[in-house]
C-alpha cells in the first residue's frame, strides 16, 4: 500500500478535542460550532442537545452537505425529533453522537472528500 500526504490547505481537520475545547488546523475553539471541509461557523449558543431546535438547522442545510454529525458534548444525547425532521426534509443524512466521535467520523469522512458538515456542542 503507498501513502501519501493531503496538502490540500483549503480543508479544515479537528486536531483534537477535549472537553471545553475544540482544535480545527491551527486554531482553538472553546464555543459551539459549525464546520464544514471549507468553512466554519459559530454554532448555537445552547447549553446541550436538548436545547436544538428547527430553526438551529437552516444554515447547515444552507451548506448542502449529503450528512450532518451533531457533537453533542461529552455525552450523546438526542436533540428534539423535529430537529433532525428538518434534514430528512431537505434529503440530509444525519448522525447524533458525542462530539469526540464526532470529531473523529468528521475527519474520516473530509479525507474521503465527502460533503459533511458537523455541529459541534463543546
Known amino acids: 500500500m503507498r501513502f501519501t500526504q493531503d496538502s490540500n490547505s483549503t480543508r479544515y481537520l479537528i486536531r483534537s478535542y477535549a ?30 442537545a436538548g436545547e436544538l431546535t428547527a430553526a438551529h438547522t437552516a444554515e447547515i442545510v444552507a451548506l448542502a452537505p ?12 438526542f436533540p428534539d425529533a423535529e430537529f433532525g ?6 434529503g440530509i443524512g444525519f448522525e447524533v453522537m458525542d462530539t469526540g466521535a464526532a470529531c473523529r467520523t468528521f ?8 460533503r459533511v458538515v458537523a455541529l459541534l456542542l463543546v
Request: avoid cysteine.
Open 66 to 77: 449529503e450528512l450532518v454529525l451533531i457533537g453533542t458534548g461529552v455525552r450523546q444525547v
Open 85 to 90: 425532521a428538518q434534514f430528512l426534509r431537505a
Open 107 to 114: 475527519n474520516v469522512l473530509v479525507t474521503e472528500q465527502r
Open 19 to 48: 472537553p471545553g475545547e475544540i482544535k480545527i488546523n491551527d486554531e482553538t475553539f472553546s464555543h459551539s460550532l459549525i464546520v464544514g471541509p471549507e468553512s466554519i461557523a459559530p454554532g448555537p449558543v445552547v447549553s446541550g
